[in-house]
């Protein structure tokens, strides 16, 4: 891993209707943080804040503004579409990566309005995209929280479904020993491991998980609504919880369907979340 990348930051799910997504993850048990505004830009988003990364719901309310693509992904589909990676200090990823002729986009700096209740706060960010020839399964960048205690509160971090971080995320993709290879230009060979069926890249604190669109269903046995896009794409996520049965109550509280996997984990299946698979597991 290049040093001044240290891993995730936070996920970015593309919704169609931002205020019913932010409905479902808390019919979910999660807390949603309030919305931030995207200044100059289309899109808003809402916030699911664990203690060391997070969940961003994106969404576009204003159509007349850059997009960032948003409204191409969004023709297609909803569900997970991006990647954050942190740093301490995104000019040095950018030029480390230039260094060893990888391109890099930025560093770009980016603000947003959240609006908290005693008033609206601005926490800015320096952003670096990556290319993708070491981000193949999904558009990612690294990003420096400017304001970090602005978007890290104390009243946001704890969930009723006990969730407190990403474990992995399930990319889809043609070849992934090829899409392997092109992550250990960012995170090292020594990050790659082979699975059955996938081959998973340890991006740090995290794993990315990497299967071939016929291998998914292995991942996901008996789940219903797995959607069929060509790859690449993100399927789902897995979230860190203390104890199982505790957010299985949670969400038998709620009325939320899940399934029981074999391996110690509880699964909702896409519809539930704006598609993404999420996954709950111990750890």
Known sequence: MTSTVNGIDHVIVGVRDLEAAHRAF?????????????????????????????????????????????DRFLATREGLMGLAYASDDAGAVAEDLRGRGISADGPKDLKRNLELPDGTVQPAFRLTHLPAEVSPAAPSFVVQHLNRPMVWQEQWLTHENGARGVLSMTGVVADPGDAAIAYAKLFGSAAVSAGDGYVEVDVGGATLRLTTPGGLSRLYPGLPGIPDHPPPWLSGMRLAVDNLTATAAALDARGAPYMRDGEGLLRLPPEMACGVVVEFAEG
Request: charged letters at 15%; a negative charge.
């Open 26 to 70: 808390e019919h979910l048990g999660f807390v949603v943080s309030p919305r931030g505004r995207h200044i100059g830009w289309a899109t808003a988003n809402y916030c699911i804040m664990f203690p060391r990364d997070y969940v961003e719901l994106l969404g576009i309310v204003d159509p007349a503004q850059f997009t960032n693509n948003l």
